[in-house]
């Protein structure tokens, strides 16, 4: 992970540089689609928090369809408990 010339006395094995430059693009693009994490790769939020979440911040506005994009940046999904997926802003 070297910038420019690399001095005679250093032996590149691998070009880390490229690989994870690639693996962060990736991971971004699928960040930024919504595909990333899916539901395979996510936790499921108990019921009764989910509610918790739903009744603390009923009124306000704060829940919002799915994969739709949060001022604040930071969001978790919540089962409802009539089986709507819903995304809640979480408090920082």
């Given amino acids: 992970m070297a910038f420019g010339k690399l001095p005679r006395f250093v032996r590149e094995y691998a070009n880390l540089r490229e690989t994870i430059t690639d693996a962060v693009t990736r991971w971004a693009e699928d960040v930024r689609s919504g595909t990333y ?42 089962q409802s408990l009539d089986c709507k997926e819903e995304m809640v802003q979480a408090e920082a």
């Fill in 37 to 78: 994490p899916s539901d395979a790769e996510s936790y499921g939020l108990p019921a009764d928090a989910a509610k918790e979440l739903k009744n603390r911040n009923e009124g306000e506005g704060v829940a919002t369809k799915r994969h739709k994009r949060h001022k604040a940046g930071v969001a978790v999904r919540v």
